[in-house]
Every structure is written in C-alpha cells, then in structure tokens.
C-alpha cells in the first residue's frame, strides 16, 4: 500500500490530537482511514518535541523535564544543564545575568539569561549594562523600543587604544564580537550619550538554534523515566554542532558500555564511519533515506533526522534510554548537540500491518516531527 503523504491528515502526538485520524485515497474514491496512526498509537512508545512543548530555560529551571507528548508518561529527565547559553533552549553566546549593573547609573532590568530591559539612564556614558574589557563577549540581539525621541542617544559603549567609541544603536539587529577589538580597556557595555529618564528598550539575544536544546558536550545528558528496556524504532533530529563531535554519544539503550548490540548512536573514532556506528544488526536512516554511504563527520553542522530501526532489540539485552550521552560510561562520550524532538516505536510494521516501514518513515517525518 502507498501512502500518499500529501492527502494525510496531519497527527500531533499528544493527549489531545492523539485520535486525530490521517487518511489515504484509493483511486478516485472516497478517502479511507489510514492504518498508520492506529499503528502509531499503539505503538508509540515516547514522542518529545522541544518547539511543541513551548519550552524555555526559564521553564526548564523550573522542572528539568522534556515531556513525552505522546501521552505515555515517559519524560525525559534533563541532568546537568545550565538552562542558558550553550546549555539550553536556543543555545545562546553569552548570558546577561553575568553581566554587571550599577543602579547609580541608571535602571536595567534582567527578563532572563537572554533578554533585558533599558529602562533609565541617570549618568551619560556610565554602563548600566556592561562587562569587564578582559572578558570575551559574543553578542547577536535584537533591539526594539528605542523612540523617536530616543535616536541616536542610545549607544554601546568601549575603549580602545585609542579612545573611548561609540556604537549608535537602532531598533534591529545588532552584533558584536569583542574579540575583534583590540586593545580594550576598562569597561564596554550599553549606555546613553545623555540622561534619560523614563524608557523601555529591549534586547533580547537571538538564538543560535531556535527550537532546539543544545547540549554542551560536557556533562549534559537526559534519561528517559518510566522505561526500563530499549525501543525498536527510533527517529531523533539533530544538528551536531562542530568537528568536536568525534566519538561522542547521540543516543545508546544498550545493557551493557562493552556491547556492540543493540542499538546506540555513536560517531565513531574516524571520518570513514558510515553514520551511524552501533546499529549493526540493523538499519539507519538519514532524513528518511536509507545510508549506505553518507560518514557522520559529513552531518557535522547539518540539521537532520535520524531514523535507526532493530527488529532484535529485548528486554534482556538493553536498558532505559539515555539521550546525549551513555549512562554509566564515561563522560568523554557526551556529545554537543542541538537536539529538535525523537519519536520511538516498541515494533517495526510489518506486512499484515498494511503498510512498509519505508512509508511509516515518511509518514512520521513529514506528519509528525517534520512539522
């Protein structure tokens, strides 16, 4: 049976659209239901989604948990993260909070680690929001609520070896890489060439990957609760952030660190591994293609979605998962990741199911997680 993708009704994998029903058309008839997202229901074993969660870092502090949106109660337990710069939803060059203020010179509000707000200026050219010149700082922020009446007074302020400069801000986009400067001294930081008394600029830090937990390679994992063995079908999208991802862990289920099987995600130790190592009695797909050429040091920097699919996955021979990272083993395998969502399935369909697994594949990617 051929699924056509096009007329499929989209399914979101939650407690409220789970019976939402896709359908299939049979020649110039009436739609029929679709075998697929009863399959899918059945057999869903957790479903996470960073974006549809709606999760941030302010959130996340709070309960440090992604939530199975299949409704299955299986969460995934985020252990280790900062929940902010390159620890975190986004993933973001600097935090604010790690920078100084000084109320006698002016009003600044701190939203989050990410965003902040100008909201008076007392003393001309004296920061209200700054850092020491010794530290690297890499900015990319978006500006608004800067006036009319306000232009041209608020600047970014620094010195260099020739002097104190000023930087205009607009509303927009605004960029910095401290490093580029050389010779800084004292203080660089946000300012206003006169006094202000009452205003209300936002900057907020853009995110280096939007809807995404990017994971920092150190000690940063999650671990799937409520589960206590491994699953036969797993879909993860991701986008390996660097060269640094050489030998690191993306996902593993396997009882045991010295077993080969079943299954885990690992880049392996050279270029000339087919991506991805640890699935070696089964198959792995790349963005619903099956890969029989593709290295994983070619997906470094590439958001894609990977499909890895174990008919010999048992309770026995494999554990509770544990995403970014192998439990137990040591912490050189944790990977630096900006992780998108993961669906898995406790069976692969088969021909009495009515469909192939080729076509639940594109189903779910195009339905489901592509979404």
């Known amino acids: 049976m051929k699924v056509n993708t096009i007329s499929l009704n989209s399914v979101r994998l939650n407690t409220i659209a789970l019976n939402h029903i896709g359908e299939i058309r049979s020649g110039g008839g009436a739609p029929k239901p679709s075998p697929i997202p009863q399959w899918i229901r059945e057999h869903v074993v957790f479903y996470y989604d960073v974006k549809k969660q709606g999760a941030t870092n302010e959130t996340l502090k709070e309960s440090a948990y992604l939530q199975d949106l299949s409704g299955k109660g299986r969460r995934m337990k985020l252990n280790n993260f900062l929940f902010a710069e390159m620890s975190g939803v986004g993933g973001y060059n600097d935090n604010f909070s790690n920078w100084k203020t000084d109320s006698n010179n002016g009003v600044v509000k701190i939203e989050s680690d990410s965003s902040i707000v100008m909201q008076s200026v007392k003393i001309e050219y004296r920061g209200i929001l700054y850092q020491d010149s010794s530290k690297n700082a890499t900015l990319k922020c978006n500006i608004t609520g800067i006036t009319e009446e306000l232009k041209g007074k608020l600047i970014f302020r620094y010195t260099d070896a020739e002097g104190g400069k000023n930087i205009t801000l607009e509303n927009g986009y605004f960029e910095l890489n401290s490093s580029e400067y050389e010779g800084l001294s004292g203080w660089y930081g946000f300012t206003s060439k006169q006094p202000i008394d009452n205003c209300n600029i936002t900057i907020t830090q853009i995110p280096e990957y939007p809807g995404a937990l990017v994971t920092d390679g150190v000690d940063d994992y999650g671990l799937v609760e409520n589960l206590s063995s491994g699953v036969k079908m797993l879909f993860m999208t991701v986008n390996p952030i660097g060269d640094f991802n050489i030998g690191k862990m993306y996902y593993s289920q396997r009882h045991n660190p010295i077993d080969i099987t079943p299954f885990y995600i690992f880049t392996g130790g050279t270029n000339k591994n087919i991506a991805y190592a640890g699935n070696r009695d089964g198959v792995t797909y790349i963005n619903g293609v099956l890969n029989k050429s593709i290295t994983y040091n ?74």
């Not at 008919?311 to 970014?324: C, I, L, Y």
Request: proline share 4%; net charge negative; aromatic share 14%.
């Open 298 to 371: 070619e997906l470094f920097g590439v958001k894609h979605t990977i499909t890895t699919v174990n008919d010999n996955v048992k309770p026995e021979t494999s554990k509770a998962p544990s995403f970014f990272w192998e439990e137990g083993n040591t912490k050189n395998y944790c990977s630096r990741l900006a992780f998108y969502n993961s669906i898995a399935f406790d069976a692969i369909p088969t021909e009495a199911d009515g469909f192939t697994e080729q076509e639940l594949i594109d189903y779910v990617i195009t339905n489901i997680i592509g979404q």
